[in-house]
Antibody, heavy 119, light 111 residues
Framework: EVQLVESGGGLVQPGGSLRLSCAAS????????MSWVRQAPGKGLEWVSV???????YYADSVKGRFTISRDNSKNTLYLQMNSLRAEDTAVYYC?????????????WGQGTLVTVSS | QSALTQPASVSGSPGQSITISCTGT?????????VSWYQQHPGKAPKLMIY???NRPSGVPDRFSGSKSGNTASLTISGLQAEDEADYYC???????????FGTGTKVTVL
C-alpha cells in the first residue's frame, strides 16, 4: 500500500529555517516524480517544488532560492529544506507522488504538516 | 506563472449536473493534455479525480468526467450527490520554468 507521511512542521520565526520530511512506503521515491504542494490557511493549493526521477529539480517563483527539495534513496524519504522563511510561507505542506501511469498528476498525497512562520 | 482561473463557487441540487471550468493559456492547459482535477474535503488531503484531461483513476465514480477545448478544461459532475460537496482544483503541466500550476479552486455546494 502506498503511504506518504510528512513530519517536521512547526512554529518558526521569520528568517528562520525548517526541514520537512516525507517518508514513503509501498513504492520507491527515486523512481517517481515527487512534489511538495502547500495550502495557506483558508486558501487554495499552490505547487511548490518537484524532483524528477533523474534528479532535476524545479521551484515555484515564490520559493526559488530559499527552498531546496531533495531525497534520500536509502531512507526512501523526500525532503524540503526551507530557509529565510516569511509569514507568507505559513501553510499546510503536502508531499505528493506523481504516479508512474500519469506522471503529470499527483495520485497519492500525505496528510500534510503545518508550518507557521510568526514572531 | 499565474494560477489557472476557476469560478469561486458552483452549486446544484442532488441529481443535477454541474460543470466547473478551468481557464489557462496555450503554455499550460491549451498546450498539453496534462490537466488534472482534485477533490478536497475540509481538513483532508486532495484526492485525484481526473488525470490527463479525461481519465478517471480506479475507484472514482463515472459521474465525474473531464474534457478540454482550447485553453479551457472542464470537470462535469453528473447526478450530483451530497458527498460531492467539496473544493475542486484543476492543475496543469506548464512549459514555464515552474512546470506545474494549480487552479484557483471552486467550492461546490449541493443544495
Amino acid at each position: 500500500e502506498v503511504q506518504l507521511v510528512e513530519s517536521g512542521g512547526g512554529l518558526v520565526q521569520p528568517g528562520g529555517s525548517l526541514r520537512l520530511s516525507c517518508a514513503a512506503s509501498g513504492f520507491t521515491v527515486s523512481s517517481n516524480y515527487m512534489s511538495w504542494v502547500r495550502q495557506a490557511p483558508g486558501k487554495g493549493l499552490e505547487w511548490v517544488s518537484v524532483i524528477y526521477s533523474g534528479g532535476s529539480t524545479y521551484y515555484a517563483d515564490s520559493v526559488k532560492g530559499r527552498f531546496t527539495i531533495s531525497r534520500d534513496n536509502s531512507k526512501n524519504t523526500l525532503y524540503l529544506q526551507m530557509n529565510s522563511l516569511r509569514a507568507e510561507d505559513t501553510a499546510v505542506y503536502y508531499c505528493a507522488r506523481a504516479g508512474p501511469a500519469a506522471p503529470r498528476s499527483f495520485d497519492y498525497w500525505g496528510q500534510g504538516t503545518l508550518v507557521t512562520v510568526s514572531s | 506563472q499565474s494560477a489557472l482561473t476557476q469560478p469561486a463557487s458552483v452549486s446544484g441540487s442532488p441529481g443535477q449536473s454541474i460543470t466547473i471550468s478551468c481557464t489557462g493559456t496555450s503554455s499550460d492547459v491549451g498546450g498539453y493534455n496534462y490537466v488534472s482535477w482534485y477533490q478536497q474535503h475540509p481538513g483532508k488531503a486532495p484526492k485525484l479525480m481526473i488525470y490527463e484531461v479525461s481519465n478517471r483513476p480506479s475507484g472514482v465514480p463515472d459521474r465525474f468526467s473531464g474534457s478540454k477545448s482550447g485553453n479551457t478544461a472542464s470537470l462535469t459532475i453528473s447526478g450530483l450527490q451530497a458527498e460531492d460537496e467539496a473544493d475542486y482544483y484543476c492543475s496543469s503541466y506548464t512549459s514555464s520554468s515552474t512546470h506545474y500550476v494549480f487552479g484557483t479552486g471552486t467550492k461546490v455546494t449541493v443544495l
